[in-house]
């Protein structure tokens, strides 16, 4: 039941992740899954694991570090605003 809750709240922190950089409409339900997934641990390896916590990620590092990964993975595949 762990690894669900973590795989929903990780597609939850990549739709946020995807909205903050307006990229949401490009990525679909698994990117935002990994997305969620890969930018909570690089949000707590950078920022620690302060704030609110669910299935043991903490949100708000999470979020941060999914937006990150958006960004970087954005500009090196070339994705726009306006691609969609």
Known sequence: ?????????GAIIGA???????????????S?????LIGAWIGQALLGTWG???AGMALIP???GAVILVLIVSVIFG??????
């Open 79 to 84: 994705l726009r605003k306006d691609d969609a």
């Open 1 to 9: 039941m762990g690894l669900l809750w973590s795989l929903i709240v």
């Open 16 to 30: 946020i992740a995807g909205a903050i950089t307006n990229h949401g409409a490009a990525m679909g339900w698994i």
């Open 62 to 64: 999470s979020i941060i």
């Open 32 to 36: 935002n899954i990994v997305a969620g």
């Open 52 to 54: 609110p916590s669910l």
